[in-house]
């Protein structure tokens, strides 16, 4: 039996506002939806950091073809490595001049 891939899944997902965003655009009456852009979408339990529960969005997501998802993680990957190599040449370039500092009070002594 071949099974059939998901390409589209819907999800009941629970919005939140920090303690820093205006609620007045989510009150009724309101015709300002611009709220939407600070809304946060978590499944934890956000009033432990201060956040208010507004309501619930039902979330879309188209997921893409395995191939197009592997080489999306694959150049995921590579910018981490990039920085990781990038980071670790700062690093040596530090230990390289202590050493060359070091290197020459030993000829001035």
Not at 13 to 40: A, M, Q, Y
Not at 45 to 73: P, Y
Not at 87 to 106: F, G, M, P, T
């Amino acid at each position: 039996m071949t099974v059939a891939k998901q390409t589209r899944v819907l999800k009941d997902v629970p919005v939140w506002i920090t303690e820093h965003d205006d609620p007045s655009g989510l009150l009724p009456g309101s015709k300002d939806s611009s709220f939407v852009r600070s809304c946060n979408f978590s499944f934890g339990e956000m009033q432990n950091h201060g956040w208010t529960r507004t309501g619930v969005a039902t979330i879309t997501v188209e997921l893409i073809d395995e191939k197009a998802l592997i080489a999306n993680k694959v150049e995921s990957l590579n910018v981490q490595l990039r920085q990781v190599r990038a980071d670790a040449e700062v690093r040596c370039n530090r230990i390289l001049e202590q050493i060359s500092k070091l290197q020459a009070l030993e000829f001035t002594a």
